[in-house]
Every structure is written in C-alpha cells, then in structure tokens.
C-alpha cells in the first residue's frame, strides 16, 4: 500500500462496518417482527402514509393534517412497544454510534456533512501502518521509560545529570497527555541524536491513541515530500490532500526530526501555514530535532522560529547516547 490508496482504504474499511451493521440491523429487525407481528405491520404502514403524505404535500391536499395525526399516533404505538422489547435490542449494532459506520455527521445547515472522528482515526491508522508505527509503539512507551540508561553525574552547564533531565522530561511529557483535554500546549524537543526525542514522542503518542485520540507521526522529510508531490503532481496523486488535511486536523501532530529535510521556499512557506494554521485552530503539536534553537533561527524564517519560541514549551535533551548504551549495556528503554 502507498500513501496514495490510504485513503481509498480507510473508506473501504468504514464502508465493510456499515455493511456488517445493516446486515446484522435486518438480522434483528427479522426477530422483532416475528416476536411482534404488529410492529412489521406499523412499519409498513408508516412507510406507505409516508409516501401518500409526500403526494398530499405537493399537491395541497386538506387532508395532509389527518395523515400526519394517524403517523403521529403510529409512532407512538411502535415506541410503546419498543419499551417493552428493550432498548438495548438495537445498541451495539454500529461500530460509530456518532456516524453510523458512514464516515460522516451532518452539519446543521443539512447540506453538508463533516468527515466523522472515526473516519479520521482509520485514515490515521492506515499512515500508521504504512510506517510501522504502531509496532515500535509496543516497544516505545511510556512503560519501558527505563531512567537506567541516563548517567547521575551533575553536568555543570546544564546543572542537572542527564538522568534528572530525563525524570524533568518524563513529568513534562505525562502531564502533557494528562492535561491534553484542559490546557492547549505544545513542545518542541532539541538535542544531539541519539538521546531520547523519538522515543518520547512514541510514548506521547501511545498515550494519547489509547485515549481516543487522533494522532500522526510524520518525519519532516516525509512531510516535505508529501507537499511537493501535492504541489507538483496533484493530477496524479488521489491522497496527499488527504494526508495534508490530516495535518490540519488531527488531535496531536508529531513531527519528527525538524531539520532533517531538504527545505525549499514551497516546503518553507508551507510548514509556516502548518504551523500557524494549528496554533490558531488550537491543535497541539510535538516536534522533536536535532538543531539548537540558535541553529533554527539560521534555519528558519523569523516568523516560523517566532511561533516555536512563543508558542512550544522547549525541552533540551543532553548525555551519552543512549543507543550506544542499549547495545552495549544490555538495557532497554
């Protein structure tokens, strides 16, 4: 799979949830009409009054009030009968109770429809998938945070040990997921490589799909090459708009490695709009890199390194390399 059939797939996946649904929504209705003749009857003449009400309407017929008034009182037969069976008889059936396993919610104006939370988590999984993420999250979780690896020994520029950072860095990263229904934040995570950035986001992100929630991991080179190919190839591609409004809307956006990309004026400008259009939107944002904050402000525009030092809490790793360690020390974070 490519990140171009993501899409495609996500709605197949939805649309076998809402076959599944309808197919066990007959399998119930069948049993309700045989234990409860008269509610099949009811249904029926609903349907029929329905359809005669329709022709009354349009050709301003007196006799409209009368159709409605024998609905009315048919409704309210089948509802007192529907008391009696349960209303937990039909619970259970779709997998979105929001949608219904179509994908989308109408908006109140009825015209239109937004895509539904649930679409979005299956588009979500399937970039997922695509990157292997969900398996290194079995691994990169706030539960193998192993403190073991960071040394004790006080560095004087910093005044801590690497070790305290990490126990600083591992309150930060919870309380961020904690709070990540009350309070709107943001982090950005710089250091060497090598020190723990990635595997912080990973636990991050772990967290927070375990709530529920929409999250997409994204390196920044695999960002860039997504909008260029929307920019250049948009009559070929069926899905990098879709990755890019992804960007736009998920609950949590990671992106990995700032400064590893090969940035352009056209990749530049958009990855400000990214940035600017989710601190607007109020949409949290982790980004981890390797570049110090003076190496981003030669980087980067002013105006996208004057939203990082205004809007992201900074986060500095420092120490060994702790990979180096987790293959010599036999230890695992």
Known sequence: MSYKTAYRQAKRDIEASRRRAETLLDERKSEIYKRFPRIAQIDKDLGILGASLMRLALQSNGSIQTHRDEIDRLKDERRALMENIGADFFD????????????YIQTSSETSAIRCACLNQRLINQYYSLSNLKEV???????????????????????????????????????FVSDFDKEFGNLLLYGETG???????????????????????????RLCKVIEDFRFNRDSLAAPDEMLEAVDQVDLLILDDLGAEVSTVIT????????NQRLITR???????NLTPVALEAQYS???VSRFFGNYQMIKFFGDD?????KYGGLRI
Not at 144 to 165: V, W
Not at 322 to 326: A, Q
Request: aromatic share 8%; glycine share 6%.
């Open 195 to 221: 020190l723990g950035k990635t595997f912080v986001c990973h636990c991050i992100a772990k967290d927070l799909l375990d709530a529920g929630r929409t999250v997409l991991y994204l390196t920044a080179p």
């Open 302 to 304: 002013e105006r996208i």
């Open 137 to 175: 999250l079995q691994d990169e979780n706030f539960d193998t945070y192993d403190l073991r690896l960071f040394g004790d020994k006080l560095i004087e520029s910093e005044g801590l040990s690497p070790h305290a950072n990490m126990q600083q860095i591992y309150r930060l990263s919870t309380r």
């Open 92 to 103: 259970g059936i779709y997998s979105c109770a929001s949608c219904k396993d179509t994908g």
């Open 283 to 289: 949409k949290h944002t982790v980004i981890s890199t």
């Open 322 to 326: 702790i990979r180096v360690k987790k």
């Open 268 to 275: 530049s400008a958009a990855l400000f709009d990214i940035i």
